[in-house]
């Protein structure tokens, strides 16, 4: 069974950092990409970042590109997303989200992720 396990959120200040952690475990996902996505009370669930499924192609979404980076380690099947110079719009749930099995594209949209985590909550205080 495919699963999905985020850490790492909490509360911040803006300008902080924070690091966010995805364990994936029930298969390899080393030829699948994988992205954050994140929502904010009253609105749509919307992409952070995504990444191939050998780490060579990232896509930011530009509220975030420069700030934020995703990365991934396929021996550990984990990824990660740093985030720094936080903000209060950063607040949101940050879910973790991959694809299927030889679907290495770093997507851009919800509809191409197949498998999601449960979300783990970043707040960020001005």
């Known amino acids: 069974q495919v699963q999905l396990v985020e850490s790492g959120g909490g509360l911040a200040q803006a300008g902080d950092s924070l690091r966010l952690s995805c364990a994936a475990s029930?298969?390899?996902?080393?030829?699948?990409?994988m992205g954050w996505f994140r929502q904010a009370p009253g609105k749509e669930r919307e992409l952070v970042a995504a990444?191939?499924?050998?780490?060579?192609?990232?896509n930011y979404a530009d509220a975030v590109r420069n700030r934020f980076t995703i990365s991934r380690d396929n021996a550990k099947n984990m990824v990660y997303l740093e985030m720094n110079s936080l903000k209060p719009e950063d607040t949101a749930v940050y879910y973790c989200a991959a694809r299927r099995p030889t679907y290495n594209y770093a997507a851009w949209e919800e509809k191409n992720y197949d498998y999601w985590g449960q979300g783990t909550q970043v707040t960020v205080s001005s």
């Open positions: 029930g298969r390899t996902f080393n030829n699948s990409g």
């Open positions: 990444i191939s499924g050998t780490g060579a192609i990232t």
